[in-house]
């Protein structure tokens, strides 16, 4: 529709919302498909926004696939644009995108870190994603506490 009336705003953020749903349905190939295209176009006609939200939907889509490397370049691409553009939507889920990546990783601390910054952003605009990266980031510390109490009593042995 979009592609036929010569609308790449549009068809970017169709192909970009295509891929979202092809992510949530598995099919991590055509999301990816989708987000690159869609990433093409947005970079072409200079729709930071849209750079952002692709971007950020091939790190998810690289996470679900378990190329966790691929998810935090992803991720921190997204970062850096939403950044520079102050795009707050995109940077908490691009921050939220590199928690995941980096707790999958083991880098509990950069992932804790990311957590926050995520969740904080998302609560400055009322986002129920907050409350459910407060929990995450709560699991996150009772097994960082855990695992610390077990090497403590490991080392008293």
């Known amino acids: 529709m979009f592609r036929g009336d010569g609308d790449r705003h549009g068809e970017a953020w169709t192909l ?3 891929g979202t749903l092809h992510g949530h349905l598995g099919r ?3 999301a ?3 987000h ?3 990433l093409v176009i947005h970079r072409d006609t200079g729709e930071r926004e849209g750079e952002a939200s692709a971007l950020n939907g091939l790190g998810a889509a690289a996470y679900l696939a378990g190329d966790l490397a691929a998810a935090v370049t992803h991720h921190a691409a997204a970062q850096s644009v939403a950044g520079s ?3 707050r939507y ?3 889920r691009a921050c939220a995108g590199l928690a995941h990546a980096h707790e999958a990783l083991g880098a509990v601390l950069t992932a804790r870190e990311h957590y926050r910054q995520a969740m904080n952003l998302y609560a400055a605009f009322g986002s129920p994603e907050a ?3 407060r929990i995450r980031l709560a699991a996150v510390d009772q097994r960082r506490t855990r695992a610390g109490s077990v090497g403590i009593v490991e080392r008293l042995r």
Do not use: C, K, M, T
């Open 90 to 92: 995109q940077l908490a």
């Open 36 to 38: 690159r295209q869609a």
């Open 131 to 133: 409350e459910q990266l």
């Open 32 to 34: 990816e498909d989708h």
């Open 16 to 18: 970009d919302n295509v």
């Open 85 to 87: 553009i102050g795009d």
């Open 28 to 30: 991590l190939d055509l």
